[in-house]
């Protein structure tokens, strides 16, 4: 969860180390620090807190020197803390490393090198990799790493600097992101392409089991056991200041903004417009025959990428009725999940590098499942290693709280489920092709709802002080609901639930007390009646309810105390339209509360470990 960068080269390292590191905050971190090598010596400089403090520790003592690595951290072994910052060194302070993952058996080499006399001082299990570096110092650091790294076990991805050598810096990866910046006369490293783009759109993407030995000339790849690799760069074509906030006051609040956009990005060239056919065939290899062979598909994610395929399991079973199960993904391989050679697995996650998705990715091919993987990034470690991939072109997401990936991750798989009916013949001709239209004029409603800001902004600053808030809907409106409690408590820190309305009298109208906040969606005409009647059980309670509905629904706001009308659309496609608000409703929210948005506490972007 944590950022590294590092520069090899003939500029001054510290002010490019600082400036990746910043590029890498929305990853989310508690501490942060930077070793640079000048004149036979690595200095190191690290802070529990924000980059400021680091920044302001260095206005006092410059680092200097054209060799460095950095790094922010996500607490996992040992707490926040000077001492657990990265990067870490020996005791000589022959090495300095970071790394991101976990080393799970630390323990062990850590008594081992005990045993030899070797002092410790942190809590962390990243320190046990220094050492052990030094311990096995031969000379060479190319093969002392590959030693090394043969005797770790866990998830890693390590920058590695070494005095001896101040011409090279070493970069490792074994299920951990870990990207090489290709420069003229430098070199980078960096967990993410953020850090990295100002300087290069040249990169190395490093896989499991690779390494990288980079000087200011030139980059070296071969696997941890030394065989040498040939590859060609990718080319990065986001535009820098796509990245940027664009004016506005949060990343948060300008991705809500770019959704419609986002849209549409997603769904170019995806679209027979002369046919009205969904045409994924040039991205997706899966022949008619086996789409047709299917007998069932598994969605498997995390955090708001699963809430996102709860919407999927409704849309695919009821255009191309086949049975369809959600899992978390940090559950789906310790359920020993029934799988077949008939069965397809998709894996859904916005920066394509979260580890328990990449765990269920590759369970299930082991299982003879084939994969397809529903993504943002391409070249991510989900996207290479999955067996078919549908981009969901989003743009770069930088705010901590999901809002763009989500709904682009809705569209892609709306444009899945129709080309799977089309292929398997559920649907009738006229029936895509009415699907087709309604999806085309999404964006356009996207940019309306968008004026109900000021709306949104108003309700969340009445009711942010009430610690406690409810979520109720059924069929979609409940997938949508959890969605956008999981937006409230991530970046407000209210305590906020979703439940399904049909539920109310199995326990949780015990919650529902006078005044007591209630967003009840009801966009879904076949059981509109139903969650009426739901919310007149809340209201009877004294709730104050905020009523998400259709435009033209006039029965609503007689139950409700205030309505927000979504653009009239077809049942299915509704969430892509009635998230917006929730997604307004949490930023302000949050702000009310004096919350920093787009880096919320404990919580970072991209999961990368278990």
């Known amino acids: 969860m944590c950022g590294i960068v590092g520069y090899i080269g003939n500029r001054d390292a510290q002010p490019i180390l600082i400036n990746g590191l910043k590029k890498l905050e929305y990853r ?47 607490a996992t072994h040992g707490r926040p803390s000077d001492l657990n910052s990265h990067p870490h060194m020996d005791e000589k302070h022959q090495f300095a490393i970071v790394h991101n993952g976990i080393i799970e058996n ?39 790493v590959q030693k090394a790294v043969a005797k770790m076990e866990g998830a890693y991805a390590l920058g590695i600097i070494n005095k001896y050598e101040p011409d090279k810096m070493v970069a490792v990866r074994l299920s951990s992101p870990l990207i090489v910046g290709l420069g003229e006369n430098e070199n980078f490293i960096a967990s993410d392409i953020p850090a990295l783009i100002e300087h290069t759109r040249d990169i190395y993407i490093l896989n499991d089991g690779e ?36 004016g506005f006051d949060h990343y948060m609040l300008k991705e809500i903004y770019e959704q419609p956009r986002a849209y549409r990005e997603t769904l170019q060239n995806r679209i027979d417009h002369e046919n009205n056919k969904v045409d994924l065939s040039k991205e997706i290899s899966l022949t008619p025959e086996e789409i047709r062979s299917l007998d069932k598909i598994h969605i498997v994610a995390c955090g708001t990428a699963y809430h996102a395929g709860l919407v999927g399991k409704y849309v695919i079973e009821n255009l191309v009725r086949v049975p369809v199960e959600v899992d978390v993904a940090s559950e789906y391989r310790y359920r020993n999940p029934i799988i077949t050679d008939k069965t397809l697995v998709m894996v859904i996650s916005q920066s394509g590098e979260t580890a328990d998705t990449l765990a269920a990715l590759r369970e299930a091919q082991k299982r003879d499942a084939k994969v397809l993987a529903i993504t943002n990034v391409n070249g991510s470690s989900v996207a290479r290693d999955a067996d078919e991939v549908l981009l969901t072109h989003a743009g770069p997401e930088i705010a901590v709280a999901s809002t763009k990936a989500y709904t682009s991750q809705l569209i892609a798989i709306y444009l899945l489920g129709l080309y799977l009916a089309q292929i398997r013949g559920t649907q009738e001709d006229t029936v895509i092709a009415n699907y087709l239209q309604a999806i085309k004029e999404l964006p356009a409603q ?74 009840a969606l009801a966009t879904q005409e076949d059981i509109y009646d139903k969650m009426v009647s739901n919310i007149k ?67 970072a972007k991209s999961v990368t470990v278990e």
């Open 446 to 519: 996207a940019d309306k709802l968008l004026e109900f800001a000021p709306t949104m902004k108003q309700f969340a600053e009445r009711y942010a002080h009430y610690e406690d808030l409810f979520f109720i809907g059924r069929s979609l409106d409940y997938a949508v609901s959890l969605e956008g409690s999981l937006k409230l408590k991530e970046i407000s820190y209210v305590h906020s639930e979703a439940y399904p309305a049909g539920e109310l009298k199995h326990g949780t109208l015990a919650l529902i007390t006078d005044g007591v906040p209630v967003i």
């Open 106 to 144: 630390f323990q062990e080499i850590k008594e081992e090198l005990i045993n030899k006399g070797v002092t410790f001082i942190s809590e962390t299990d990243t320190e046990v990799i220094a050492h052990l570096l030094a311990d096995l110092y031969d000379g060479d650091l190319v093969t002392t």
């Open 28 to 74: 989310g971190y508690d501490s942060a620090g930077i070793a640079v090598y000048e004149n036979g010596v690595i200095d190191l400089k690290k802070t529990v807190g924000r980059l400021s403090n680091l920044e302001e520790q260095i206005e006092k003592s410059p680092l200097h020197g054209h060799l460095g690595i950095g790094h922010t951290r996500w």
């Open 537 to 603: 059980e809340v209201k009877a309670r004294d709730a104050y309810v905020l009523g998400i509905g259709l435009e033209g629904d006039q029965e609503l706001a007689k139950s409700v105390d205030e309505v927000i009308a979504i653009p009239k659309t077809l049942p299915l496609l509704t969430p892509a339209l009635s998230v917006i608000p929730l997604q307004l409703l949490a930023y302000y929210a949050a702000l009310a509360r004096g919350n920093d948005v787009d880096k919320p506490r404990n919580l």
């Open 211 to 246: 390494m990288a030995v980079i000087t200011k000339d030139k980059v070296e790849l071969m696997t941890t056991k030394g065989e040498v690799i040939e590859r060609t760069p990718f080319r990065v074509e986001w535009d820098i200041e796509t990245a940027e906030k664009d």
